[in-house]
């Protein structure tokens, strides 16, 4: 029996259930060669320092980032030193496009710092927290974050990521809300300054 009699009478005894696994196996080893079954992110949306971006909620711009000892109001210390750790501040411009006041806590993730925890949003103006920005006003705002001391330094980069939002309402307990998104956001990536 020569070879292509012996693959003849292997390829008939297989039965159709076996044939759609070889063709399956067979599908994923070809697309492995060419990359993967892996998609092409489009639900990210990348933006720069100084582009107005806008998650349906807020149209923000991204001004500035900068690591700090301490955060001072002036002569006021806001935010004081602590050993080991520092102090994230994104500048940012937000105005509420939206009929509701907007929540200002998660508006932004701080990415790729998993030791980082938000201090709180500060009025650039004043230095008072603000914990929510009111229908059609608009704010030059600071993002405080407090993260480890060599985490960041002048000279590298923080990406924040803003979550898309939908504005849903008729609810019967929770009135009007803005909903985030769980696949669509936008992206910044910050350089980062020192002290001044």
Do not use: C
Request: glycine share 10%.
């Amino acid at each position: 029996m020569d070879v292509g009699q012996r693959a003849r009478r292997w390829l008939s005894e297989r039965e159709l259930r076996q044939w759609r696994k070889a063709g399956v196996a067979v599908i994923l080893a070809i697309a492995a060669l060419f990359g993967g079954l892996d998609t092409v992110n489009t639900s990210v949306t990348s933006f720069k320092p100084g582009e107005k971006f806008s998650d349906g909620e807020f149209t923000l711009t991204i001004d500035r980032a900068r690591v700090v000892p301490e955060v001072r109001a002036g002569s006021r210390v806001v935010a004081p030193a602590k050993p080991g750790r520092a102090y994230l501040g994104v500048v940012a411009t937000l105005r509420n496009d939206g009929t509701i006041p907007g929540r200002l806590a998660n508006e932004f993730d701080l990415r790729d710092q998993p030791d980082s925890q938000l201090v709180g949003v500060m009025r650039l103006a004043d230095s008072s927290h603000i914990i929510t920005l009111g229908a059609g006003l608009e704010e030059q705002l600071a993002f405080v974050w407090e993260v480890p001391e060599d985490a960041l330094a002048p000279g590298d980069f923080a990406t924040l990521r803003v979550w898309q939002k939908t504005f849903k309402q008729g609810f019967v307990i929770y009135g009007e809300l803005w909903l985030e998104s769980e696949t669509k956001y936008g992206e910044v990536v910050v350089p980062v300054g020192g002290a001044q």
